[in-house]
C-alpha cells in the first residue's frame, strides 16, 4: 500500500469527520482545525501502524479502515473534549438558539455517533471512553430533551405570535 492510499481514505472519510468536529465545537475554523489536529495526531501516534501499512497492500489497509476510522473519531473526541471549555462561551449564540446545539456536550455526541454513524455500542463506549450505561443515560437524556424543544417549538408555532391566538 501507498501512502497516498491512506491519505485517500482519510480523505474520503473527511466529510464524516467533519460533521462530528462541528456537532462538538460548532464553528467551522475551529471543526476544521480540530479535524486537521485529529488527522496530525493520528499519523503521530500511529506512526508504526501507518509504516506497516505503507510496506503492505493495499488489501491490508481495507482490513485497518475500521480501525483507523474509530481511532479518528476517538482522538476528535478527546480533543474537542479539552477545546470546548477553552471555547465554549464563543458558542453561545449557537447553542442558545439551536435544539440540537444546545444539548450537553457528551449528549450531542452520543447521539450523533448513534443516529449517524454504524457503530456498535461498544465502539461507542471506545469512542467516548464511558461504560455502556453512561453511554445509554446519554441517548437517554438526548432523546428526552430532543423530544422536548420538538414540544416547545410545536406549541410555540401553534399558538402563533403573542396576542394573537
Do not use: C, W
Amino acid at each position: 500500500m501507498k501512502t497516498l492510499d491512506l491519505e485517500k481514505y482519510i480523505q474520503n472519510l473527511s466529510t464524516d469527520l467533519y460533521s462530528f468536529a462541528f456537532i462538538l465545537i460548532p464553528d467551522d475554523l475551529q471543526a476544521t482545525q480540530l479535524m486537521i489536529d485529529s488527522v496530525s495526531a493520528f499519523m503521530i501516534q500511529k506512526k508504526d501502524l501507518i509504516e506497516s501499512l505503507t510496506k503492505k497492500g493495499e488489501s491490508h489497509l481495507l482490513a485497518n479502515t475500521e480501525d483507523i476510522k474509530i481511532q479518528l473519531y476517538k482522538l476528535m473526541y478527546e480533543m474537542s473534549k479539552k477545546r470546548y471549555h477553552q471555547l465554549r462561551m464563543s458558542f453561545k449564540n449557537v447553542e442558545d438558539n439551536s435544539g440540537f446545539f444546545a444539548l450537553e456536550f457528551d449528549d450531542k455526541a452520543v447521539l450523533f455517533l448513534q443516529e449517524r454513524t454504524d457503530f456498535s455500542m461498544e465502539i461507542m463506549e471506545f469512542i467516548l471512553g464511558k461504560t455502556k450505561t453512561e453511554v445509554l443515560a446519554h441517548l437517554y437524556s438526548a432523546r428526552i430533551a430532543m423530544v422536548s424543544e420538538l414540544t416547545t417549538a410545536q406549541t410555540a408555532f401553534v399558538q402563533g405570535p403573542r396576542g394573537h391566538n
